[in-house]
């Protein structure tokens, strides 16, 4: 059975690491500068890796809160997930990203966290996508 289509986003960028990305409806609508730790002069502006923090942790957290509420676990709003995404430098001489995915999720026993934090590592699309082929660790706080 094929996959069916529920979204689709576009967005497209202009000039790499030092350009400008717009997404189709015009809500992402930002520079891209070079952070001053890859070699760049910073300044007012995102980069790929602040995108992709942002979009796994929010979708991570989605998922989370679909198997709370499939496993009838209650999650508190004030739960988050925090998104750590690093440029890594590869023996090879090329480069990968590593993510490290933090989980908070209060009042909640570390053992009933931990284990719907793996359940949502589980299905959320990003980690479908990624596992195999990127470093991901999932901490609970």
């Given at each position: 059975m094929?996959?069916?289509?529920l979204y689709t986003?576009?967005?497209?960028?202009?000039?790499?690491?030092?350009?400008?990305?717009?997404?189709s409806?015009?809500?992402i609508?930002?520079?891209v500068k070079?952070p001053?730790?890859?070699?760049?002069a910073g300044?007012?502006?995102t980069?790929?890796e602040?995108l992709?923090?942002?979009?796994?942790?929010?979708c991570?957290?989605?998922?989370?809160?679909?198997?709370?509420?499939?496993?009838k676990?209650n999650?508190?709003?004030?739960?988050?997930i925090?998104n750590?995404v690093?440029l890594n430098?590869?023996?090879?001489?090329?480069?990968?990203?590593s993510?490290?995915?933090?989980a908070?999720?209060?009042?909640?026993?570390r053992?009933?966290?931990?284990?719907?934090?793996?359940?949502?590592?589980?299905?959320?699309p990003?980690?479908?996508?990624?596992?195999?082929?990127?470093?991901?660790?999932l901490?609970v706080d």
């Amino acid at each position: 059975m094929a996959n069916q289509p529920l979204y689709t986003a576009v967005a497209t960028s202009h000039g790499g690491r030092e350009g400008h990305v717009r997404s189709s409806d015009g809500i992402i609508d930002m520079d891209v500068k070079m952070p001053k730790e890859l070699g760049g002069a910073g300044g007012k502006g995102t980069n790929p890796e602040q995108l992709f923090a942002a979009g796994y942790a929010a979708c991570f957290e989605g998922a989370l809160r679909l198997v709370a509420r499939l496993q009838k676990k209650n999650v508190p709003p004030s739960a988050t997930i925090t998104n750590h995404v690093t440029l890594n430098k590869t023996d090879a001489g090329g480069y990968a990203i590593s993510v490290v995915l933090h989980a908070k999720i209060p009042d909640m026993p570390r053992s009933e966290a931990e284990a719907l934090v793996n359940a949502a590592h589980q299905v959320c699309p990003y980690s479908v996508a990624t596992r195999g082929n990127i470093d991901v660790k999932l901490v609970v706080d």
